[in-house]
């Protein structure tokens, strides 16, 4: 079965840190590019940052730029997102895409004091 | 950054109509990539079409995406109970990657 499934989100103070994990099985996770996507409570989707196929190649939008960093690690079929300096807009349920495939559940990170 | 505007914003229709969804992008999408997924509520997105005309795996061929360019549609020939959600368009031909805001359709 085609799956990805995110772990790491949860309640964190404005500055802090997390990093969010995307576990791939089912599909050539090393075939695809990888994308993150965030959808902030009752609100709609926003695409948040890319990655390549072999991890040489990421951008990010306007809004995370300097803060989020994507990475992944192919031999773990793992997709990550480092957030540094959250913000109380951060605050969303964060999705792991390949775009051709499939979406993750997401999970959810709360950024308040 | 390309903009997508979905029309209408909601399309209330009765189970077994046809289901017609528009979206329409500010420029031209490289490459026709444009895809289309459902979302309900409580629940992730789930991938319908990509390449603006290809399904994803496992989905019904009640599902139909067209169009190239600016223009996009996506097509629901005969509303089965499951389909009343919210449906967004995606352009990922060029970054920043863009969403439409979202048409919902509900039951008439």
């Known amino acids: 079965e085609v799956q990805l499934v995110e772990s790491g989100g949860g309640l964190v103070q404005p500055g802090g840190s997390l990093r969010l994990s995307c576990a791939a099985s089912?599909?050539?996770?090393?075939?695809?590019?990888m994308n993150w996507v965030r959808q902030a409570p009752g609100k709609g989707l926003v695409w948040v940052s890319r990655?390549?196929?072999?991890?040489?190649?990421?951008s990010y939008a306007d809004s995370v730029k300097g803060r989020f960093t994507i990475s992944r690690d192919n031999a773990k079929n793992t997709l990550y997102l480092q957030m540094n300096s959250l913000r109380a807009e951060d605050t969303a349920v964060y999705y792991c895409?390949?775009?051709?495939?499939?979406w993750g559940q997401g999970t959810l990170v709360t950024v308040s004091s | 950054e390309i903009v997508l505007t979905q029309s209408p914003g909601t399309l209330s229709l009765s189970p077994g109509e046809r289901a017609t969804l528009s979206c329409r992008a500010s420029?031209?999408?490289?490459?026709?990539?444009l895809a289309w997924y459902q979302q309900k509520p409580g629940q992730a997105p789930r991938l319908l079409i990509y390449?603006?005309?290809s399904r994803a795996t496992g989905i019904p061929d009640r599902f139909s995406g067209s169009g190239s360019g600016t223009d996009f549609t996506l097509t629901i020939s005969r509303l089965e109970s499951e389909d009343f959600a919210v449906y967004f368009c995606?352009?990922?031909?060029?970054?920043?990657?863009?969403f439409g805001q979202g048409t919902k359709v509900e039951i008439k």
């Open positions: 895409i390949s775009i051709t495939v499939t």
């Open positions: 390449g603006a005309s």
């Open positions: 995606q352009q990922y031909g060029s970054s920043p990657l863009t």
């Open positions: 420029q031209s999408v490289s490459s026709n990539f």
């Open positions: 089912g599909f050539t996770f090393s075939n695809y590019w």
């Open positions: 990655i390549n196929n072999d991890g040489s190649t990421t």
